[in-house]
């Protein structure tokens, strides 16, 4: 029930690492509350263990007599916080951004990094790898881990299972996220593919992958569908891996790019319209 929150929840407490945070929330039609998770509740936490945590906090707050508290849902994060109330970000990823044309890679899609001792002046910064479009030199930058928001179902709906998207952004290339976008964000091979990997860390999607293989028979089908949030993968996009944003909102509009910062170019002039 609470797998993405729970997500949610661990990528802001390793940010902070040992010590207590506070979950703010809104309550479905009610009220606003917060929950503390101590150092030992984030280490055992899991969505079950979480509801647990969340109705008492919902029972405590209403002096609930009538076990309603049972049945609340819960609508929405607003804040992480420390215990003394600031506010806290996720931890980051970290990807590695050409110092010259700007464009965004994994670790993986970087190219070996030559003759550093002519490039790199001494005591400077060490680059993490060569630009694969240029050739120069590129550093490790952090990103952010934003919620892309994305929902699996088998195919009977016997799970429906919202999770976070980011990590798979983070590491697909670029070919990946382009047919991703160019087969609608949905319910087919790229956006299974996303389900797929992100199901390694989620426990909602691995119950609805044993499901599915375990209803599937000759003479009952059973698969499952993916889909990802386009406006929040291209806000993600925009803000973390900026040539393949570019690229996207340049085929959107029929412009034809022969380089990264041709396809930047037109892409800022697009988004100013």
């Known amino acids: 029930m609470h797998e993405t929150t729970v997500e949610l929840i661990k990528a802001h407490a390793a940010t902070r690492p040992g010590q207590a945070i506070r979950v703010g929330f809104e309550v479905k039609w009610t009220f606003v509350s917060h929950l503390t998770l101590t150092r030992e509740d984030l280490l055992s936490l899991t969505p079950e263990r979480f509801t647990e945590l969340f109705q008492e906090e919902v ?3 209403i002096q609930d007599m009538r076990g309603w508290s049972e049945s609340a849902e819960l609508s929405k994060i607003i804040e992480f916080s420390d215990e003394c ?3 806290i970000e996720s931890a980051p990823f970290v990807m590695h951004q050409c110092d010259n044309c700007s464009s965004s890679y994994t670790e993986d899609e970087l190219n070996e990094a030559k003759d550093l001792e002519m490039r790199v002046d001494a005591g400077g910064e060490m680059p993490s790898g060569e630009c694969p479009q240029c050739g120069a030199l590129c550093y490790p930058t952090e990103v952010s881990n934003a919620m892309i928001s994305a ?3 088998d195919d009977d709906y016997c799970y429906e299972v919202e999770f976070n998207a980011a990590p798979w952004f983070a590491q697909a290339s ?14 087919d091979q790229p956006a299974d593919e996303v389900a797929r990997f992100c199901s390694s860390t989620h426990d909602g999607l691995k119950q609805m992958f044993a499901y599915a293989e375990l209803a599937h028979t000759g003479d009952h089908p059973c698969g499952f569908e993916c889909s990802v949030d386009k406006d929040e993968a291209l806000a993600w996009l925009k ?21 990264n910062e041709a396809a930047l170019a037109a892409a800022r002039k697009i988004d100013q319209q």
Do not use: F, Q, Y
């Open 59 to 61: 029972a405590t707050t």
């Open 85 to 87: 109330g600031n506010p």
């Open 151 to 153: 929902t699996a179902h």
């Open 174 to 187: 670029e070919a990946e996220i382009i047919e991703l976008h160019e087969t609608g964000w949905m319910n």
């Open 239 to 259: 803000a973390c891996r900026t040539v393949i944003w570019a690229k996207i909102l340049c085929a959107d509009e029929g412009i034809v790019v022969d380089s």
